[in-house]
Each structure stands twice: as C-alpha cells, then as structure tokens.
C-alpha cells in the first residue's frame, strides 16, 4: 500500500479543505445552536462534486477512488459533523446502494439527482424495536398485484425529513431469500408515508434525524431495489462501506480535536507560561496525536482494499471501531486541555464531544463491531 497520495488526491483533498474553510466552519456553530444545517449546502457540495465521488459520470458522478472519498469526508468531518453526515447518507449509503444493486431505470431514475445534490436520499432500515437486531425488522410489504403495500415505522433516519428517497427495507412477506427482507425506492412524497423531526439530539444538532411512518404505502414493484428476499445482503453490504465512511469521518473529528487543542495549548498561560510547556498537556495532545494517526491509517487501508476489490468488510469494521472510540477520545482529551473554556460552546470542542459520541452508536455499536470481528476470526458467532 502507497501511503503518500496522488497529485489529484492532493488536489481533492485540498479543494475539500478550501470548501470546508469557506462554505462549512463559519456557520457549523450556528448550525449546531438552531438544530439545523442550511439546506443550500447540499446543492454546493453537489456542485462541487462531493456527492458524485466514486460514481460513474454516466450518472452524474465525479468518479475518483475510495481513497479521494475519504479524504473528502474526513475534512468533511473536521468542519462539521452534521455535513459530513448528510454526505455519507446520501451518498455513501443510499446512491452508492444504488449504482451496485440497482437497475438501469433506478440509476437514472436517481443517481443524477443524488449526485447533483438536488436530491437528498434516507436509509431506511433501524425501527423503534429493532437497532442492532437489524434483520428482526418488522416493517411488512404485501404483494397486491403490481405494487406492494407498505406498513410499519422506521427511526433515527439521517436525512429523514430532508429525503426525497428512502431507501426503505422491509419484510416482504412471501420472499425466499435472507430472512425475507427486500429493499425499497421509495419517493418521499409517496401518500401514506410521514415523518417526524427527531429533537434533542446530544450531537450531530443540525441534522435532520426523523421517524418515518409508513401506512399503507403503495410501492410498484419496479421499485424493488435488487431482488425479492435479497434486501438484507443489500443493507449489509452498504454498512460495510458506510462504516469506512464513518471512521473517515471521526478521523475528520479526532484532526480537529488536535488542531484546536495545539493551538490552544499554545495561547492559553497559566503558571507563567503557556499550557503547553507542562508534560501533562502535552501528553494529553500527544495521545490524541497517535490517536488520529492510527484512525487515518485504519480508514486509508480499508479504501486500499476496497479501490483494489479485495474483501474489506472485517476491516472496516476495525475502522470503524477504532475510530470511533478515537474521535471520542480525542475529542474529550481536547476538552480537558481547554479546560473551562472546552465546556462551553463558542469553543469548538465540545461539539466535537457531542458530534464524536454517536460514532459508537450508529452503523453497527462498538458491541456489534466486536461481534463482527470475533465471528471472523474464531468463526462462531455470538450475536
Ligand atoms: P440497541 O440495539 O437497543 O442496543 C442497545 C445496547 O445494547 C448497545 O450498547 C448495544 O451495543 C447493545 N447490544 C445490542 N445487541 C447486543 C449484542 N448482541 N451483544 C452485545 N451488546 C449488544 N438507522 C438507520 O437505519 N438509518 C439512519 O440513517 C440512522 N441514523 C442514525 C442517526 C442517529 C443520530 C442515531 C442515534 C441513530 C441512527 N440510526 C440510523 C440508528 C442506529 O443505527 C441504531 O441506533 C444503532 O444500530 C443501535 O440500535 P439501537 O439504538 O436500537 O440500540
């Protein structure tokens, strides 16, 4: 594996940090205080091909390696944890599913809207009974002649309110294959679905988090994303690259954590001199220091393998772990080198604690990560 980047992964990556600098970090506090992310930064990352990476330019895509998209979504993650989120959605999970599973008709029924960022698209899989049990979902699709009738209530969707497309799963009740779950592409607007702002959220403040209600919503078959039973194989396989997305993103958290802690320890004077000359300050940065290292190197190695079609899912979900759990750290050591000052918010660390947290949460917990990984070596599984 080369460890140095391209000149046009360089040239990604920079133009990522241009547009972060001026189109994200001068409104991600305000953001962050309203609860909500302006919707207009969609169309721009659209623009800027952001929500195109790694997609055929057939479809509107801007191409690039794994590599480059996770370049872009850990600077991404450095300016705001909200953006960077509504990115690996909508496009890590919902557009990517798509361009490997869907038809021809989905991918240009979908794909140049979701990469132009005049679409936002959801994925729709835990319900409010079932998280980490994700193939116990409850939802229910009936065949009634050309369509399927959907029933049932999905939660904590990113993007929810936002969508223009679910990708929603569901059990379809007569399907063969794995645990009977099928995947859905379902226009947001279609009668019978709505959805509710989820409020309070500890991080992650200015995304539109959602529960979406599902009664009797009519679906023609044709929106089958892939085939009858196989929704499940789907859903896996798009958390298997999301939570490279992830971990890309709190090395995005765990950066920023040490840019502002650096900085800080510079400035800030106690003791006749500034907080940086004492060991345990710098002890405190030097831990989050390795910690960004060893999370980017985890992230850029499942990229490797993925750009290289090798099998990756194992790796990242160590990626994932690691990172996540990092970003966490990272983030509360920050705080501690803040002091006071790291509690409250016109400071920017504490929103990356917040932002950090849900890391270990979603896309699989660290638990389930674990399990994941224990199963791959040992070859039982303990779920
Ligand atoms: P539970 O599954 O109830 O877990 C509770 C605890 O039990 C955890 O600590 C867990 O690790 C542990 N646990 C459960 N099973 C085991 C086990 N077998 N062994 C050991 N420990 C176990 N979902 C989507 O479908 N789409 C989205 O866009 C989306 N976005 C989200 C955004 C936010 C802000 C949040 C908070 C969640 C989002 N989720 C989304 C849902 C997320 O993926 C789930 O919250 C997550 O999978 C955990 O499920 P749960 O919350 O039901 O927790």
Excluded at 164 to 176: G, H, I, M, W
Excluded at 178 to 207: E, I, N, S, Y
Excluded at 210 to 235: H, Q, T, W, Y
Aim: net charge negative; with cysteine.
């Amino acid at each position: 594996m080369n460890l140095g980047l391209s000149e046009e992964q360089a040239a990604v990556r920079q133009l990522a940090r241009d547009f972060v600098v001026r189109e994200i970090a001068p409104h991600a506090v305000t953001w962050d205080r309203q609860e909500e992310v302006d919707r207009g930064i969609v169309k721009k990352l659209g623009e800027v091909g952001f929500l195109g990476l790694t997609i055929d330019e057939e479809y509107g895509g801007s191409g690039g390696d794994h590599l480059t998209y996770c370049l872009v979504t850990e600077e991404l993650g450095r300016g705001d944890s909200s953006v960077r989120g509504i990115v690996s959605v909508s496009l890590g999970l919902v557009a990517k599913t798509i361009a490997v599973w869907g038809s021809e008709e989905h991918k240009r029924r979908w794909l140049p809207g979701l990469t132009a960022g005049e679409y936002v698209g959801c994925f729709g899989l835990t319900e409010p009974g079932t998280g980490s049990d994700a193939g116990s979902l409850t939802t229910r699709a009936v065949r009634d002649g050309d369509d399927y009738v959907v029933n049932g209530t999905k939660m904590f969707i990113t993007n929810g309110t936002w969508a223009d497309v679910v990708l929603l799963f569901a059990r379809s009740t007569d399907a063969p294959g794995h645990k009977g779950v099928t995947a859905f592409l379902v226009p947001a607007d279609t009668p019978g679905l709505t959805r509710r702002t989820v409020h309070g959220k500890l991080g992650l403040r200015g995304q539109a988090t959602a529960e979406l209600v599902l009664e009797d919503v009519r679906i023609p078959a044709s929106a089958m994303l892939g085939e009858e039973g196989k929704g499940f194989s789907a859903a896996m396989s798009a958390l298997a690259k999301g939570r490279m997305s992830v971990a890309a993103g709190c090395v995005g958290i765990a950066q920023a954590a040490l840019d502002a802690a650096v900085q800080y320890a510079g400035e800030r004077e106690q003791f006749g001199g500034p907080i940086a000359r004492h060991q345990l300050v710098q002890e405190l940065i030097s831990d989050i220091a390795v910690d960004v290292d060893a999370a980017r190197l985890l992230t850029w190695r499942v990229a490797d393998l993925v750009d290289r079609g090798e099998a990756f899912a194992v790796e990242s979900s160590k990626a994932k772990l690691f990172a996540s759990e990092a970003a966490v750290r990272a983030a509360n050591n920050a705080l501690q080198v803040f002091g006071g000052y790291g509690y409250i918010d016109e400071y920017p660390v504490g929103k990356l604690l917040r932002d950090a947290r849900v890391m270990t949460l979603y896309e699989g917990t660290s638990q389930i990560q674990k399990l994941l990984i224990g199963r791959s070596l040992t070859g039982v599984s303990a779920f």
